[in-house]
């Protein structure tokens, strides 16, 4: 009965412990995503765009994320040296690639249910790797198609170009990806 009631008291604790460092892996994902976005802007002048579109692709907005964009400097330089961005990413080589998960992508807490883009398209595109942060795209209201370009002021709009100099409130105080 000691031992029970001990190992009840115990498994708690454990599991508190293990939370917190699953938390402190989340934070430090997000932290290491904002500081190769800041090297990214230091190396182009610019942040990462939302993602990249061309005339005449997928209307729902298919393209390369600011993930894709931001992988050198998270140490994924294989990874990008790999991709063709001259080719949709639904097709050969790109499309093995879109599928692969890197650790940084991804919350330790994730329960699984919940299925994010990272290079672009829908949300529930088969074979896109799945990916627990998010961009700002800006303040539009739920239907990406039927925004108005105005609303689409975020850091991460599509086909976005922001300068450092234009976050009037400073990176500290500007929601870059949560």
Not at 2 to 21: D, K, S, T, W
Not at 53 to 77: C, K, V
Not at 155 to 172: E, H, L, Y
Request: charged share 15%; aromatic share 10%.
């Amino acid at each position: 009965a000691i031992i029970g009631i001990l190992i009840g008291m115990l498994l708690p604790a454990v599991q508190q412990v293990r939370e917190a460092a699953r938390r402190v892996t989340c934070a430090n994902n997000l932290r290491q995503i904002a500081l190769a976005m800041l090297n990214y802007e230091s190396a182009y002048q610019r942040f990462p765009t939302g993602h990249s579109y061309r005339a005449g692709a997928d209307p729902i907005g298919h393209g390369w994320g600011w993930q894709t964009h931001i992988s050198p400097f998270m140490e994924q330089n294989n990874y990008f040296n790999a991709i063709d961005m001259t080719l949709e990413f639904g097709l050969s080589p790109n499309k093995e690639l879109i599928a692969m998960v890197y650790p940084g992508a991804l919350c330790p807490s994730d329960s699984g249910a919940v299925k994010i883009f990272a290079v672009g398209g829908a949300l529930s595109d088969p074979g896109i790797a799945k990916s627990n942060y998010v961009g700002c795209e800006g303040a539009f209201d739920g239907s990406f198609l039927e925004s108005v370009p105005e609303r689409r002021n975020g850091m991460f709009a599509r086909n976005s170009a922001v300068k450092i100099g234009q976050v009037n409130d400073g990176t500290s105080n500007t929601f870059l990806a949560g």
